[in-house]
C-alpha cells in the first residue's frame, strides 16, 4: 500500500561550504535582482531572448573532418546580462 | 487600527527587500511569495526601513506628490495594513533607527499614483526551493569537534 504525504517534505544540508550560510547577504541580494529582472521582462522593460553571453577567447581547432571537428576552447566566460 | 504614531519596521529575519531602480522588490523568505511596490511605494517602504512613524510617512508623500492629506493618509494607512497581513513589517516598539532626511522639500510635487502592494505568489515553489535561510546571516563554518573541546 502507498500513501501519499500531503506536504513536501524537503531538508536542508548544513556542511562546510554552504553558499547560502556562507554568503547569506549575497544570496538575499541575488534573489532581490533575480526578482527585480523577472518583473521587469514580464513587463516587457527587458529583453532576455539570450540571458548569456558567451565570450570565446583562444578558440583553436584542434581536429577536422568531413564528420565532424573538433574546437578547444581555453578561455570561455560566460556573464549574464 | 494602525495610528499615526506608529511606526512599523521590516521582518528582517524573513523577509529580504531593496529598492531597485525606485522600486522596492520583497521576498518573504518563509514562503517565497514576492512583492513588489513603485514609486509612491518605494518612498513609503523606504521610510518605513528607516522606522519613521505613519504620520511622518503622510507628510512626506504629501511633500513630494499632488496629493491631498486625506488621500495620503487613506493609502498609507491602507499600504501598512497590507504589509503587517502578508507579515513583511511589525510594529516598532523601541530602539534606534536611522532617520531619512526629508527636510528639504522637494523642488516640485510629481503627479500621484496610489501605491499599491503587488503581490506574486507564481514561484513561491521554486523560491522556496532554495532561498536565503530566513533568519541567518553569514555565519562562518565551525568545526563540530572544535566545538567539542
Excluded at chain 1, 556542511?15 to 526578482?35: K, M, W, Y
Excluded at chain 1, 570565446?56 to 581555453?74: E, G, L, M, T, W
Excluded at chain 2, 511569495?33 to 526601513?49: C, F, N, P
Aim: hydrophobic fraction near 40%; charge should be negative.
Amino acid at each position: 500500500m502507498m500513501e501519499l504525504l500531503p506536504d513536501v517534505l524537503s531538508f536542508r544540508r548544513l556542511h562546510q561550504t554552504n553558499q547560502s550560510r556562507l554568503l547569506a547577504s549575497r544570496s538575499r541580494d541575488e534573489f532581490l535582482n533575480l526578482v527585480k529582472a523577472h518583473l521587469d521582462q514580464r513587463r516587457g522593460l527587458r529583453k532576455i531572448e539570450d540571458p548569456f553571453r558567451v565570450d570565446v577567447r583562444f578558440h583553436r581547432r584542434i581536429a577536422d573532418s568531413d564528420s565532424c571537428s573538433v574546437d578547444k576552447f581555453d578561455f570561455v566566460l560566460i556573464e549574464c546580462n | 487600527m494602525l495610528m499615526f504614531d506608529n511606526r512599523l519596521q521590516p521582518r528582517d529575519q524573513e523577509v529580504a527587500a531593496k529598492v531597485i531602480d525606485g522600486e522596492a522588490i520583497l521576498i518573504n523568505l518563509a514562503n517565497g511569495v514576492y512583492y513588489s511596490m513603485d514609486k509612491v511605494g518605494a518612498l513609503i517602504w523606504q521610510m518605513i526601513e528607516g522606522r519613521h512613524t505613519l504620520g511622518e510617512i503622510v507628510e512626506a508623500v504629501r511633500r513630494n506628490y499632488e496629493v491631498s492629506s486625506d488621500q495620503a493618509e487613506a493609502d498609507v494607512q491602507r499600504l501598512a495594513a497590507e504589509l503587517l497581513q502578508e507579515n513583511l513589517v511589525a510594529i516598532f516598539e523601541d530602539g534606534a533607527w536611522s532617520r531619512v532626511n526629508l527636510d528639504a522639500a522637494p523642488e516640485r510635487r510629481v503627479p500621484y499614483e496610489a501605491p499599491n502592494l503587488n503581490i506574486y505568489r507564481d514561484m513561491g515553489d521554486l523560491l522556496a526551493l532554495d532561498p536565503p535561510l530566513p533568519g541567518l546571516g553569514d555565519t562562518p563554518w565551525k568545526d563540530p569537534e572544535d566545538a567539542s573541546k
